[in-house]
């Protein structure tokens, strides 16, 4: 008899729908693996009364929210946001983070910084034991100072590429551009580094998310939900 695998992103998305209570203000991720708690959440407002509402971190998160059904409110409108549910390009065992493989590093950022708890749902090949081995770094750049900041990141030992969508500069929903960084070895200091990184003039916003997580969402494709709590 064969099994059909299950989705680790739909199973970790769905999981996390769970962690959410009524009254709630939460911030509401982006990503394909954010979608599916999108979904789920949508389904708990409408089948059992849910009450929320959630700041969307990307216009695409928006738009899915508005078509899901799901109440959504602005940054102007909240001074804190009780859950954030959000996803990951790369996360280690102390739950520092690499993000913005979507774009929207800079507005995640702002609203984990909010949050009085931040969920990170992945599939399993999305936990490393150190950043920067499998994915590129995402700095988000005014295109202005793109050509400094490029030859600055340069000597932090990286190399920059500007990130491209279908031939054209990729365009951040806050008109900038993202170089994404190529590192030969491992993050040694993820802290370190992002502190660098933001003292470079031009640089909006970097990719390291460090010490903003608090519970890790694994998905497996037997289904199960390795919930970790920092």
Do not use: W
Request: include cysteine.
């Amino acid at each position: 008899m064969t099994h059909s695998q299950a989705d680790p992103k739909e199973v970790a998305g769905r999981r996390a729908a769970e962690l959410v209570e009524t009254g709630m203000t939460l911030g509401l991720g982006t990503g394909s693996t954010v979608y599916f708690y999108l979904v789920a959440l949508a389904d708990r407002i409408r089948r059992g009364g849910l009450k929320v509402r959630g700041v969307p971190t990307s216009l695409d998160t928006e738009r899915k929210a508005r078509e899901l059904g799901i109440p959504l409110a602005t940054l102007d409108e909240v001074t804190r946001i009780d859950l954030t549910v959000d996803g990951a390009d790369e996360i280690d065992v102390r739950f520092d983070m690499i993000k913005g493989g979507g774009g929207a590093l800079l507005r995640e950022k702002v609203v984990a910084s909010l949050s009085q708890r931040v969920a990170i749902v992945v599939g399993a090949n999305k936990v490393v034991h150190r950043l920067g081995l499998t994915f590129a770094l995402p700095v988000e750049v005014v295109p202005f100072a793109r050509a400094v900041v490029e030859r600055s990141l340069a000597s932090l030992g990286c190399s920059p590429t500007l990130r491209l969508r279908d031939g054209r500069e990729f365009v951040t929903d806050n008109h900038n551009a993202i170089l994404d960084c190529t590192f030969t070895r491992a993050i040694e200091d993820p802290a370190a580094l992002e502190r660098a990184i933001d003292a470079i003039p031009g640089v909006v916003e970097s990719g390291l998310f460090v010490g903003l997580a608090h519970v890790r969402l694994v998905g497996h494709s037997d289904g199960s939900c390795e919930v970790v709590e920092k």
